[in-house]
């Protein structure tokens, strides 16, 4: 075996730690649909002035950065589908751009990666 060839254990791995994030992901998904819709909540009372409050942040950057982790954790999700989608088909672990094969070391570090570090530095 090279060392670019996974094994069907190396597979199963990086399926259950895939799945592992997807678990993590939707819970912090969650969590801040939480925290959203308290925010959705508080923006919607038209007593509050969190725009004077110098205690704290305002509503408006609290919705603006929450509205971008809640982006990040999608993407995130969309991301670790697609790759579970790609061991379920067979095509994981094969570069998208030139089709070689993406080496053990590089889906250790990014076990979502589409591309060979070769492709990823061309279009990085």
């Not at 982006?71 to 061991?87: G, N």
Request: net charge negative; glycine share 4%; charged share 30%.
């Amino acid at each position: 075996m090279t060392a670019t060839m996974m094994t069907p254990a190396q597979l199963a791995r990086f399926e259950a730690r895939l799945r592992a994030e997807r678990a993590d992901a939707e819970e912090r998904l969650a969590e801040f649909d939480d925290a959203m819709a308290e925010v959705r909540i508080a923006r919607s009372d038209a007593t509050a002035d969190d725009e004077h409050d110098p205690e704290g942040p305002t509503m408006t950057q609290e919705w603006s950065q929450r509205t971008a982790v809640l982006a990040d954790v999608r993407a995130e999700l969309a991301d670790v589908d697609r790759a579970l989608a790609r061991i379920a088909d067979g095509s994981y672990g094969i570069c998208a751009r030139c089709g070689k094969r993406i080496t053990v070391p590089r889906l250790d570090a990014r076990p979502t990666a589409t591309l060979c570090i070769d492709c990823a530095r061309l279009v990085g």
